[in-house]
């Protein structure tokens, strides 16, 4: 069985920062990509950032500049680092991971960007 645990989010100023966590576990063979989706109230679910086994990363264009997604391969864990956080960042962030044995979405943390 495979479990995702995110941990990270949380409340945060305009301008401020948050590094969002997502370390897998279990038995997860061959992690092809992780990533990470966001989705806010009323909206559908989205793409933040993704990162695959050789350090190639894409990103939303409403947030490039501001995140950095990375991973630790020994650890099978991704980071999101978020600054310059806006109140349009509030949403519940996921973590996706696609592994040659099927995909797994964590359970979602809640990011607030408020004054």
């Known amino acids: 069985q495979v479990q995702l645990v995110e941990s990270g989010g949380g409340l945060v100023q305009p301008g401020g920062s948050l590094r969002l966590s997502c370390a897998a576990s279990?038995?997860?063979?061959?992690?092809?990509?992780m990533g990470w989706y966001r989705q806010a109230p009323g909206k559908q679910r989205e793409l933040v950032a993704t990162?695959?086994?050789?350090?190639?990363?894409t990103y939303a264009d409403s947030v490039k500049g501001r995140f950095t997604i990375s991973r630790d391969n020994a650890k099978n864990t991704v980071y999101l680092q978020m600054n310059s956080l806006k109140p349009e960042d509030t949403a519940v962030y996921y973590c996706?991971?696609?592994?040659?044995?099927?995909?797994?979405w964590g359970q979602g943390t809640q990011v607030t960007v408020s004054s």
């Open positions: 996706h991971v696609v592994a040659a044995l099927g995909n797994y």
């Open positions: 279990g038995s997860i063979f061959s992690i092809i990509f």
């Open positions: 990162i695959t086994s050789g350090d190639s990363t």
